[in-house]
Every structure is written in structure tokens, then in C-alpha cells.
């Protein structure tokens, strides 16, 4: 799936709406709505979660890869991709929701499968309360694409995307709602602004391009 896919407000809305009620819908909210790296949400832990301030802690990520010493790949927990990746990132109410619903069903799966080992406590896990990796995801985001696409026409199809297009789309989403790019480099816990601008650059061309053409519009209708 294409990692550089980011979601039009109307497929934001088509995929939400055919997502709804399956088992990773709260990750995706929670994803599209935070901006965080797949790697974190997976790592998140109820207690990361502060519901008062409406913030989240993002202190760690969850890595699935072979480091020195494992046999094969592996679940790792360990710090943020870089040092300003560690940061705190307000929830909206969706968002809110979608983390108090998870809560839920993950005590309904700690119950039924118990885990006493490191990731016992991660919030957003499989349906085995075992921990999440990108595979299992995108499988997830690929199965809800192709039932969007069986009511599509063949020219119309909805793209295949990864999970980290949701961070992307909330990125967007932020500066076509000036959000100024400053602010949007903390949610994202880039190291420096021209990596925030360099990504979201043409969004921002884009962005700039429709409102001119509001004021055509308004000009336009002045003259007739």
C-alpha cells in the first residue's frame, strides 16, 4: 500500500463509515485523529491516557523486527523514533470516545486471554490480546478497502493504503483548517518544521490555491 496516500475528506468519510463496528475501528479514529505513528498507538497503555486534560503521553513505540539475539522477528518495546517524538497530543471528543471504547474491550480480552508478560498492558492489541504488528493493520485496512470498492466503479476505485496514510490525513486535515505548521510539527513530534513542510508542502499549495479561488468567486459575484 502506498505510505504517500492521503485521504480526501469524502474517502475519510467513506472509509469511517464502512469501518465502523470492526475490531480495529478505535485504532483507526484514534489514529487519524492523533496523528501518531502506528508504532505508538500500538504501544500505548491506559495510563498514557489522561481524560481530564485530554491528553496522551507519547513516551514509547512498538517495534516487530530482529534485533541482536532474537531468533527471528520479534515485539520490541522501546523509545520514539527520535527525541521530539516524545510529546503530548490533545484528543479530540472522537478520539475520546474511541479510547474510552477500547478501554473496554480490552479488559473483555484480558479476561478471556491473559497476558503477564511486558505487553500486558497495551491498550490496542489483536484479538488475541497479543501485541499489534503493521502486517495485521494494513490486512485489516486492505479487507474494509475492497468493501468499499464491491459498490465502486471500476474507475472510481477507493485506493489501498497503509496505516501510516492516517497519520498523513490528519496532518492535512490540520492545515486545511489553519492549524499553523508550527503547532502541526509538535503533534507529529517532528524534529524540526521544514520536515513538517517538506511533507505537507503541497497541501499547503493546494490549500492555498482553493481559497484563492474563494475570493475569485467573491469578486466575480461583486461585478455581475
Known amino acids: 500500500p502506498n505510505d504517500r496516500v492521503v485521504l480526501t475528506v469524502e474517502q475519510q468519510r467513506d472509509f469511517f463509515e464502512c469501518a465502523a463496528g470492526t475490531f480495529y475501528n478505535n485504532l483507526f ?5 492523533t496523528g501518531l505513528r ?3 498507538i500500538c504501544a500505548l497503555e491506559e495510563n498514557d491516557l489522561d481524560f481530564d486534560n485530554h491528553m496522551i503521553s507519547v513516551t514509547k513505540t512498538l517495534l516487530y523486527q530482529k534485533l541482536d539475539g532474537d531468533e527471528g522477528k520479534e515485539f520490541h518495546i522501546g523509545p520514539p523514533k527520535t527525541e521530539s517524538s516524545v510529546r503530548t497530543v490533545p ?3 472522537a478520539c475520546e470516545k474511541a479510547l474510552e471504547k477500547q478501554i473496554q474491550l480490552k479488559k473483555i480480552l484480558s479476561r478471556k486471554y491473559v497476558q503477564t508478560n511486558e505487553f ?3 491498550l490496542f492489541v489483536t484479538k488475541f ?3 499489534i504488528c503493521s502486517v ?3 490486512e485489516a485496512i486492505k479487507r474494509i478497502v475492497n468493501e468499499i470498492n464491491l459498490q465502486m466503479d471500476e474507475t472510481e476505485l477507493f485506493p489501498m493504503f497503509s496505516a501510516h496514510t492516517f497519520r498523513h490525513t490528519f496532518a492535512t486535515r490540520c ?3 489553519g492549524i499553523l505548521p508550527k503547532t502541526v510539527q509538535k503533534y507529529l513530534g517532528h524534529a524540526t518544521l521544514q520536515m513538517t513542510m517538506d511533507l505537507y508542502v503541497h497541501v499547503t499549495e493546494e490549500f492555498k490555491q482553493k481559497e484563492l479561488e474563494k475570493l475569485n468567486n467573491v469578486f466575480i459575484n461583486e461585478n455581475i
Do not use: D, Q, S
Open 29 to 33: 479514529i484514534t489514529a487519524v485523529n
Open 38 to 40: 502506528p508504532g505508538e
Open 91 to 93: 484528543m479530540n471528543g
Open 120 to 122: 500486558g498492558n497495551l
Open 129 to 131: 490480546n497479543t501485541p
Open 136 to 138: 495485521v493493520l494494513n
Open 175 to 177: 492545515i486545511e483548517t
